[in-house]
């Protein structure tokens, strides 16, 4: 259900069995979610222009006034998993010159930075199910300043800060908390709540449009799947004390939506009676934005037209649209909280619709099944701060979900009755990805900055979503791999703007890591990982075909999510002509394969011998790219001896070569490959050892260059392991391992108060500079924003803290000590004096990557940056963002705001610490807890519960009848 990391509380609870519900689809709890996008507009989805030039094709100001084609977008909204009905907020405070429907940033080419949202909201929690969800956006009382952060951020150079919407004034005379809630009396019966607290000196006004709508699936002439007769949205005769409208739609049950009167603080006169509904269509207003008459009169921004500009026509006179709002005005006095509510609810459902009472008991209710979920799932060690942390990054990953709606064929060719697109197209971006149906809901990277998916942010993002929804993060993970995403040769979709684009592989890792984590041993769900494994042999040997250029097992790949982390765009031809055999890329595949390989033992010993054979392949590959990259049979490899680092090495034309001495994550990154191999493994498949044995006897060349492949027992220093039945694969020796790990954990290169830099400090002072042909490139330590235009400039790898590969690099070091234990001490920090095995530098960095996000001396936290002084104020002081990255110097965060997804890795973070403080307390030094946990996905247990959970583990393991059920009660034993 939750996964092996169960705390206490029991298996079961309200929401857990509401997750064994939908997994059976006995009810269906997922229908509904925040599915809803927070940006639309921008989106490759949505451009039809010659160029690709999505951020002027469709722009914020058309948002308002345009249907869109792909999708829909809201404030704090919902909508079914196929996005046809959707709910969102609207809000005006008298002021503001656009009605509030949705967030508003800066397009990519506006920012001194990119695209950046210039707004404060807040994913404060959510159930697995979204059975509760509660979000809050602050509204500030003066106008919004839409001109002044266009403006003055596009005055502003990189190598400036950005001109926040705090940096403005517009807080000054207060502004509105506005907190939207939502539960579930069953699945297709949703309350809101939606709360609105005065947070100024004095009295102020608000208009508040809750907003009903379909998605336009009826306009463009389109037969694919989805596409609808156009529905309706009409009143119904209501009753005593709410107002209700009804809906209409080809493929979804009729609805109602209840509006009832507000209250709290000091309403409007006559605003204590039940609202009155405004209805529109969702269609393109033509006239203002191309000129040419309106296919209907009431168009999408009725809304905004009737309410701001005082047209009293812009809206429908019939009771009936495509589109409806309940309006209320309201008056709230200084620190008075007003209070609407609603419920949408299916037309089979009891026919008691209930008051205000009622929506505030279901919601009551469903806080308290949250809240008795989280209890059994998160750590008891950690203090109420981290508790707060990891809740809310739990909250944020499962609030951006997004449905995302993109079929690259009629995206190209263009819908029947709509324009004919620019030829151009057909031969443009994505023409080569005609395969690609996307209908579905996502894990998204940020739903403003990032609302579409990216194939190795997804990957990431399942790892703490195991922890608390197993079966959607399996569902994810195997999405990506299905036809309608995978190209036919092989490759994985990275993003929109380039499905061709190249991420790191890391999802082999991730189905690895979620396939332990979700499950107890012997209880593990092995048909997913089977499923997986087919198909990602197919994404392996793309990698092989297609980035190692000349068969030399030394790997390009482009940027590889890097983004500006190198001397040149690496995603371009070298200005310099020749090839990039890169440090990263290699060591990717080194760690695919150790991924691949460990996943074909596991399959081997628990669903079928054959998968022996392929664990050969990749053990084999490994051993290849290890000695490639290490260059101990060619001495062209991409390690320098002179400087105790791995780099990228540049090949010119003239079949000259050198190394590209940027100290940055590259060096970091051939650590990551490591694999651990025990003698009960071994002994469990004969015929892998058997071929192992005869590799290593007949191919000395190649076992030479493995790392401590030999047991405890061997005459070489170099070759011991604390225990003599472990073996290990890595790239790097012992003696180079501890040579990385030196810069690793040194104050002056990587090392912050925070985690670990991307690339070495000693660039501050010492840029790297490449010189070519009278040409100079260089590479200068970064700590903020990037200052480089490459990819757009709103990512930055030449100094900040990344939490992925901080969080890759403590799995790491958590297995290199399983292999070595205390027998391998290193200083940490370098200079202190202190020594640490590599468990404790795990825990160390963990910590230390904690810290972004909790209260310090101050009682501030160091990711708001300079605007912590104002989570100072009541409201303010629990909020936290989980941002993309972290400038390492002060904490602060930087780029995209809400990238919940792979920064909630923190989370995981938690989960070693209090494994550490517990094995601590139970007076069991640090001890094999915390391999459970990053390693092995289990909880940290007691050394007695260890020890019994392994005699009791079946050494058959789970067989493929076994996985029917998340449930441990109900699954068969083995071989039953």
Not at 284 to 311: M, Q, S, W
Not at 730 to 747: K, T
Request: with cysteine; hydrophobic share 35%; charged share 25%.
């Amino acid at each position: 259900m939750a996964g092996s990391e169960n705390y206490g509380g029991g298996t079961f609870g309200a929401e857990a069995a509401r997750l064994v519900e939908d997994r059976a689809r006995a009810k269906n709890w997922k229908r509904w979610g925040p599915y809803l996008s927070e940006r639309q507009w921008g989106t490759v989805r949505e451009d039809y222009s010659p160029d690709g030039a999505a951020w002027h094709y469709f722009t914020h100001d058309q948002a308002r006034s345009r249907a869109y084609r792909w999708g829909e977008d809201g404030l704090l909204g919902f909508t079914d998993r196929e996005c046809r009905l959707c709910f969102a907020l609207a809000l005006w405070n008298g002021k503001d010159a656009i009605l509030k429907e949705r967030l508003f940033g800066l397009a990519g080419p506006e920012g001194n930075h990119g695209e950046d949202c210039k707004e404060l909201y807040y994913y404060l929690d959510s159930s697995p199910t979204h059975s509760y969800m509660k979000a809050m956006y602050k509204y500030p009382m003066r106008a919004y300043p839409y001109a002044d952060l266009v403006q003055t951020n596009g005055h502003r150079s990189r190598e400036e800060d950005e001109y926040e919407l705090e940096d403005t004034g517009v807080l000054a005379d207060g502004h509105w908390d506005v907190v939207a809630e939502y539960g579930k009396h069953d699945d297709n019966d949703i309350v809101i709540r939606i709360s609105l607290t005065n947070r100024s000196a004095a009295q102020a006004e608000i208009d508040v449009l809750p907003t009903l709508w379909f998605r336009n699936t009826w306009i463009w002439g389109c037969h694919h799947e989805g596409c609808t007769m156009k529905p309706t949205i009409r009143t119904a005769p209501g009753g005593t004390g709410y107002a209700e409208v009804i809906t209409k739609h080809d493929t979804l049950e009729p609805f109602h939506l209840y509006a009832f009167p507000a209250s709290g603080g000091a309403v409007a006169p006559g605003s204590d009676s039940v609202p009155d509904w405004w209805f529109t269509e969702n269609e393109t207003n033509t006239n203002r934005l191309f000129n040419v008459d309106n296919y209907t009169p009431y168009t999408k921004d009725a809304f905004h037209r009737r309410l701001i500009n005082g047209e009293e026509g812009a809206t429908s006179p019939k009771p009936q649209g495509t589109k409806c709002a309940a309006r209320y005005h309201l008056v709230v006095p200084a620190g008075g909280t007003a209070v609407i509510r609603m419920r949408l609810r299916g037309s089979t459902e009891p026919a008691e619709i209930g008051d205000a009472a009622t929506i505030d008991a279901i919601l009551a209710a469903r806080l308290r099944e949250t809240n008795d979920y989280y209890a059994a799932r998160q750590p008891p060690d950690l203090s109420p701060a981290e508790l707060l942390v990891q809740r809310q990054a739990f909250a944020g990953l499962l609030w951006t979900k997004q449905f995302y709606h993109y079929v690259a064929q009629d995206w190209l060719v263009g819908d029947p009755y709509m324009p004919t697109p620019p030829p151009e197209r057909l031969h443009g971006r994505n023409h080569e990805w005609t395969h690609m149906f996307c209908r579905d809901v996502l894990s998204m990277p940020d739903k403003w900055e990032y609302p579409w998916f990216a194939a190795w942010d997804l990957a990431f993002h399942m790892i703490p979503l195991s922890r608390i929804d197993p079966d959607f993060a399996k569902q994810q993970l195997l999405l990506l791999l299905r036809e309608w995403y995978m190209h036919a040769n092989g490759q994985l979709p990275a993003y929109e703007y380039a499905f061709d684009d190249v991420n790191p592989p890391v999802h082999a890792w991730a189905v690895w890591r979620v396939y332990k984590i979700s499950d107890v041993r012997g209880q593990r769900d092995v048909k997913f990982l089977a499923r997986c494994f087919l198909k990602l042999n197919i994404n392996f040997t793309w990698w092989v075909n297609r980035k190692d250029a000349e068969g030399k097992n030394l790997f390009g790949g482009g940027f590889l999510g890097l983004d500006n982390i190198g001397v040149f765009d690496r995603s371009k031809p070298l200005p310099t002509g020749g090839m990039l055999d890169q440090a990263d890329g290699t060591s990717w595949m080194a760690f695919y394969c150790v991924i691949m390989l460990e996943i074909a033992i596991e399959l081997a010993k628990y669903y079928d011998t054959a998968f022996e054979d392929i664990a050969s392949k990749y053990f084999e590959h490994f051993v290849q790219i290890a000695d490639a990259t290490n260059g101990f049979g060619t001495g062209r490899g991409l390690w320098d001896d002179a400087d105790g680092c791995y780099f990228d090495r540049i090949s010119f034309p003239d079949g000259s070569s050198e190394f590209l001495k940027v100290i940055s994550m590259v060096t970091i990154i051939p650590l990551f490959a490591t694999l651990v191999l025990d003698q009960e493994t071994l002994d469990a498949l004969p015929a892998f050892t058997k071929r192992m044995k005869w590799f290593l006897q007949y191919r000395p060349d190649l076992a030479q260059c493995v790392s401590l492949m030999a047991p405890r027992t061997a005459d070489a220093d170099e070759c011991k392991s604390e225990d003599p039945r472990r073996y290990l694969l890595a790239i790097p020796s012992r003696e180079r391992l501890v040579r990385v790990l030196q810069r690793l954990l040194d104050p002056a290169e990587f090392l912050s108060d925070y985690g670990i830099r991307s690339l070495s400090r000693t660039h501050e002072h010492s840029p790297y500079v490449f010189t070519r042909d009278g040409k100079s490139y260089d590479v200068t330590y970064n700590p903020g924003e990037s200052r480089s235009a490459i990819f757009g400039g709103n990512s930055n790898w030449r100094g900040p803290i990344w939490l992925p590969c901080n969080w890759l690099l403590v799995e790491a070091l958590v297995r290199y000590h399983y292999f070595f234990g205390d027998d391998l001490r290193v200083e940490c920090p370098v200079g202190s004096g202190t020594t640490m095995n590599l468990k404790e530098v795990a825990a160390f960095l963990s910590e230390r990557m904690t810290k972004l996000f909790l209260p310090d001396a101050s009682g501030r936290r160091p990711c708001m940056g300079p605007s912590a002084p104002l989570y100072d104020q009541p409201g303010w002081e629990d909020l936290v963002l989980f941002y993309e990255y972290f400038d390492p110097e002060t904490g602060r965060g930087c780029g995209a705001s809400h990238q919940t997804g792979w920064t909630a890795l923190v989370a995981r973070c938690f989960d070693l610490l209090a494994a550490d403080r517990a094995a601590a307390r139970e007076g069991e030094p640090s001890g094999p807890d915390v391999a459970d946990v990053v390693l092995d996905g289990e909880r940290g247990k007691t050394p007695d519960e260890r020890r019994h959970a392994r005699a009791a583990e079946s050494p058959g393991g789970a067989t493929v009848d076994d996985v029917t059920t998340s449930d441990p009660a109900q699954r068969r034993p083995p071989g039953q």
